[in-house]
Structure formats: C-alpha cells, structure tokens
C-alpha cells in the first residue's frame, strides 16, 4: 500500500488476532521503536527486522499477525521491531518510507539492505534465519561440506585456491547481496570439489538431497569467469532444476516463467518417497519438452487449497489422491487438465501436446454476464471484459470493487452520480466489476479497493490508473471526493 498521496484507497483487511495468551506473547516479541530511542535500541542487536507501517495501512493489518508469529520464532537469534511511522515521521523519513509496509534489516543499528523476502511467518523464519551468521560458510572438511549441503535448500560452494583471490572476494560478495535467497559456502580446500568432479576452481550447486532423481544432475558446476552478474545468471538458471518444489515462500519467484505445476499430498517432511513417487512421473514427461518455454513444478494441494479453487475453479472432485495439474503464464493465463492424471503420463503428456498446439481454452473465474445491463453504471465480468472495456471506440472508466470493502459502498452513490452525468456521451462508459469474483485482466494492478482506471480511445494496451490528488484528507479522502473531481482529473472523459 503507498504512502496516502499516491494512491486511492489502501486495502481493507479485517484481522482478529486471537485472545490466547500466546498471541499476547508474540506481540511482545515484536520491539516498537520510535524517534526518540531508536538509534538507542536498535543499535543493540546484531541483525534486526524493522517493519516501518502505518496503522490505517490494510496490508500492514494483514502482515501484523505473520510477522509477530515470526518474531517468536526467531527470538534469541534475530529481533524484529516495529515503527509506526503515522507517530514517527522523521524515522520513517530518514529512511526513505515512501509505501507501507516497508521492512527494512539492520545491522547493529545500521541500514542494511531492504527485505525483498516472502511476507508469511514461515517465510520471514525462514529468510531471516540465513542472515544470521556469516554471509558464507567456511568449510575446510569433506564433513564440514557434507553436513552443509544435506539442507532442504539447495546451497552453493565456491572453491578458490587462496584466501586472497579476487575472484573469492567477488564470490562473497555476491553471497552478501544474495543470502536472503539463497546458502552460500566457500574453501580454498579444492579436494572438495575434485571428488565431485571438478579439478580447478570453480563454483558448486548443489540441489536439495531430497529432490534427487534420475533425470538430471544433483550438482552442477560452473567454470565461468566469475562476476557477481555472472554468478547470479547461474544460479537463477539452475537453482530449481527441472521440477522445483514450489512452496508459499518461493512462488513468485518461479511464476516469471510459464510455468506448469502438479498438486498434489506432498510431504517431504514426512514422506519422501511418497511425495517423490507423482514428481518423478511429471518430470519423465517433463525431460520431453525441455527448451519448449515451460517450466515444470510440483506442491502440496493442501499449501495452496483457496487459491486452486478461486484461481482455477478447483472443486470437492478434484480433491482425491491423484495430481491436479493447472498452467499459469507470465501473461496471467491459466490453464487445467481435466482429464485423470495417469500413472504412465500418458494423460499430461496429451494435455501438453494440446497446450503447445493451442488447442486448450483458457480457464476464467467470471460471474455469469449479466442479462439485464441497462443501468448508468455497466456490469462487468471477467467474459464481457474485452467487450465492454476495451471497446476500440469507447472512454472507459472501470471500478475495481469488492463487496465487502466499505470504501466502495460509500464510494457508490458518488459513482452513480458520474454515471448519470455522462450518462448521454455515446463514447463514454462508467463500469465497474467485482474483483473478488472475476479474473482481472493483465495490466490492470489491483491490490486495493477501490481501484479504478481509465482505458482511453487508442490506448486500451496502456489502461491509466486513476490517481486522486484530493486525499490530503486521509483517512476520510471519500467526504472530498465527488463526481466533479473526476471530470477535473480525467480531461478525456468530458464530452
């Protein structure tokens, strides 16, 4: 959510935190800082989390409970605080809070770096666990080696001859940029790299021992000149392998790609052949379509149950032992295989043949269009997307709404009133759509309700976000806001 000048109204999250004495607890966990001690408090704690918020923020609501869970699980190895930056502007200011929530680690008081990690409790665990310690693990053993690689994170070993190498100073210094995301290790012992098939220096990465298979090497080396750009190309282009293990913390990062993924009861806590049993099945397909611009992957169903059945209509018949197979591209086009997953592949195997043919249609969560339409303000839905808004010869203005949010019930009446004035203007249309239960289409960002955009005659590829200057007001922007101040903000919309 942005500071209150850039945007038009945040989120609206409603979190109920439980009355359990062991929420009372985690909130403790979470120091609050302020401008007068600050500088004082923080410079106590070796590595620290700081979420900069403001309390009206939806986002920093819905991130209040997951980061309070996290800071009670990291107490004692890092702290994690908390500046309310409505009550501590010059803080906040001195470093650089422009959009809320901003988090921030510190190190002995001192800016860090931003944290660009997942924001879910395991997550934030899990990021800030590595930034304990050393940027990189010296090892100097055969032992020191195996114990660090037996991780459930892939981890990568540079090995130089000497401590003094430029090129092992450059390997840590991408270990320090990049240790958020990934394990970093070093040793000049280059017998450790000799036994697994390398005899000069070079870098080592070394996939996760639990998604071993035989469909691709568990290690993979690079010889490369080394450079922190270099190093970093590698390891994006070979850290997953052919078939990840997609998880809540890494999704994001893998969903650049077009990217396949099959969910289904895995558990490699619990059960590793189990859960290994469907991937290998997936990835015998998979090797067959390397180089074909898909990506492949794997997830425990349960892990992502609500968004298989917003995203992909996933119903109660879906729920059996088999995997669930869906497609989503980097365009945001989704696809899922309805027929049964078969043991021998020959089912995704057809499924893939008619994805890369073109002959699938496209999955779209939309609400049935409407029969009846003929009130000032247009219904739309996900199917009627492309003939409402982007009619080629039509000013459209289009809501962005959810049911729930109160700003959109009091923001209603103000709509309506536009609506009727430009009511007689063939070329214009005020429409809106209920976010929550249709697809929204790829270039339209909505993180928060309302949000509106304008998709002008000739630029419907380059829909423009309607921005109001008038919320100086804030948290009360909607007592300012009335039908003439969007023809004042959106010249194109007067006839």
Same mark, same amino acid.
């Given at each position: 959510?942005?500071?209150?000048?850039?945007?038009?109204?945040?989120?609206?999250?409603?979190?109920?935190?439980?009355?359990?004495?062991?929420?009372?607890?985690?909130?403790?966990?979470?120091?609050?800082? =302020?401008?007068?001690?600050?500088?004082?408090?923080?410079?106590?704690?070796?590595?620290?989390?700081?979420?900069?918020?403001?309390?009206?923020?939806?986002?920093?609501?819905?991130?209040?409970?997951?980061?309070?869970?996290?800071?009670?699980?990291?107490?004692?190895?890092? %702290?994690?605080?908390?500046?309310?930056?409505?009550?501590?502007?010059?803080?906040?200011?001195?470093? =650089?809070?422009?959009?809320?929530?901003?988090?921030?680690? !510190?190190?002995?008081?001192?800016?860090?770096?931003?944290?660009?990690?997942?924001?879910?409790?395991?997550?934030?665990?899990?990021?800030?666990?590595?930034?304990?310690?050393?940027?990189?693990?010296?090892?100097?053993?055969?032992?020191?080696?195996?114990? /660090?690689?037996?991780?459930?994170?892939?981890?990568?070993?540079?090995?130089?001859?000497?401590?003094?190498?430029p090129r092992l100073a450059e390997f840590l210094k991408a270990a320090t940029l990049l240790r958020e995301q990934f394990r970093f290790a070093h040793s000049t012992n280059l017998q450790l790299a000799e036994e697994h098939g390398a005899n000069s220096e070079c870098v080592l990465l070394f996939r996760p021992p639990r998604l071993a298979n035989a469909f691709e090497d568990s290690?993979?080396? /690079?010889?490369?000149?080394?450079?922190?750009?270099?190093?970093?190309?590698?390891?994006?282009?070979?850290?997953?392998?052919?078939?990840?293990?997609?998880?809540?913390?890494?999704?994001?990062?893998?969903?650049?790609?077009?990217?396949?993924?099959?969910?289904?009861?895995?558990?490699?806590?619990?059960?590793?052949? @189990?859960?290994?049993?469907?991937?290998?099945? *997936?990835?015998?397909?998979?090797?067959?379509?390397?180089?074909? #611009?898909?990506?492949?992957?794997?997830? &425990? +169903?349960?892990?992502?149950?609500?968004?298989?059945?917003?995203?992909?209509?996933? @119903?109660?018949?879906?729920? =059996?032992?088999?995997?669930?197979?869906?497609?989503?591209?980097?365009?945001?086009? +989704?696809?899922?295989?309805?027929?049964?997953?078969?043991?021998? #592949?020959?089912?995704?195997?057809? /499924?893939?043949?008619?994805? !890369?043919?073109?002959?699938?249609?496209?999955?779209?969560?939309?609400?049935?269009?409407?029969?009846?339409?003929?009130?000032?303000?247009?219904?739309? *839905?996900?199917?009627?997307?492309?003939?409402?808004?982007?009619?080629?010869?039509?000013?459209?203005?289009?809501?962005?709404?959810?049911?729930?949010?109160?700003?959109?019930?009091?923001?209603?009446?103000?709509? #309506?009133?536009?609506?009727?004035?430009?009511?007689?203007?063939?070329?214009?249309?005020?429409?809106?759509?209920?976010?929550?239960? &249709?697809?929204?289409?790829?270039?339209?960002? *909505? %993180?928060?309700?309302?949000?509106?955009?304008?998709?002008?005659?000739?630029?419907?590829?380059e829909p423009v976000r309607y921005q109001v200057r008038h919320l100086s007001a804030y948290p009360r922007p909607e007592a300012r806001w009335t039908s003439a101040t969007v023809l004042d903000e959106v010249p194109n919309l007067k006839s």
């Amino acid at each position: 959510v942005m500071a209150p000048t850039l945007g038009f109204f945040p989120v609206v999250t409603l979190v109920v935190l439980s009355g359990f004495p062991a929420a009372v607890s985690s909130r403790r966990d979470v120091l609050e800082l =302020g401008d007068a001690d600050f500088d004082y408090l923080a410079t106590e704690h070796e590595t620290m989390l700081v979420k900069f918020y403001a309390p009206w923020c939806g986002h920093c609501k819905k991130l209040a409970p997951e980061f309070e869970k996290a800071a009670s699980r990291l107490k004692g190895s890092v %702290q994690l605080a908390k500046v309310d930056c409505t009550t501590n502007s010059e803080t906040c200011s001195r470093f =650089g809070v422009s959009g809320y929530p901003t988090l921030r680690i !510190f190190r002995y008081g001192k800016d860090s770096a931003p944290y660009d990690g997942p924001r879910t409790a395991e997550g934030i665990y899990e990021t800030m666990r590595r930034q304990t310690g050393p940027d990189s693990m010296h090892l100097k053993t055969k032992d020191d080696l195996k114990a /660090f690689v037996n991780n459930h994170d892939a981890s990568i070993v540079g090995t130089r001859s000497r401590t003094d190498s430029p090129r092992l100073a450059e390997f840590l210094k991408a270990a320090t940029l990049l240790r958020e995301q990934f394990r970093f290790a070093h040793s000049t012992n280059l017998q450790l790299a000799e036994e697994h098939g390398a005899n000069s220096e070079c870098v080592l990465l070394f996939r996760p021992p639990r998604l071993a298979n035989a469909f691709e090497d568990s290690i993979v080396i /690079f010889r490369d000149y080394l450079t922190i750009g270099s190093l970093r190309r590698f390891i994006r282009d070979h850290i997953y392998g052919l078939c990840p293990h997609m998880t809540i913390e890494n999704r994001d990062r893998l969903r650049v790609r077009d990217l396949l993924t099959a969910y289904y009861a895995l558990d490699y806590h619990h059960n590793i052949p @189990g859960s290994n049993y469907w991937r290998n099945r *997936v990835m015998k397909v998979a090797s067959k379509y390397v180089g074909r #611009g898909l990506t492949f992957s794997i997830a &425990n +169903k349960k892990d992502f149950l609500l968004e298989l059945e917003e995203d992909f209509g996933m @119903g109660t018949s879906d729920g =059996g032992e088999l995997p669930f197979i869906t497609i989503r591209t980097r365009l945001g086009h +989704k696809y899922t295989m309805r027929e049964e997953f078969t043991r021998d #592949g020959a089912s995704l195997q057809r /499924f893939l043949e008619d994805y !890369f043919a073109g002959r699938l249609k496209r999955y779209i969560k939309s609400e049935p269009i409407p029969e009846k339409n003929s009130g000032a303000v247009k219904v739309v *839905v996900a199917e009627s997307f492309d003939q409402v808004v982007n009619d080629p010869d039509k000013n459209v203005l289009i809501q962005f709404f959810s049911p729930l949010c109160p700003h959109c019930k009091k923001l209603e009446p103000v709509y #309506g009133e536009l609506a009727e004035t430009l009511r007689s203007d063939p070329k214009i249309v005020i429409a809106k759509m209920n976010a929550l239960a &249709n697809d929204v289409p790829l270039g339209y960002d *909505v %993180q928060g309700f309302p949000t509106i955009y304008f998709a002008p005659v000739g630029r419907k590829d380059e829909p423009v976000r309607y921005q109001v200057r008038h919320l100086s007001a804030y948290p009360r922007p909607e007592a300012r806001w009335t039908s003439a101040t969007v023809l004042d903000e959106v010249p194109n919309l007067k006839s």
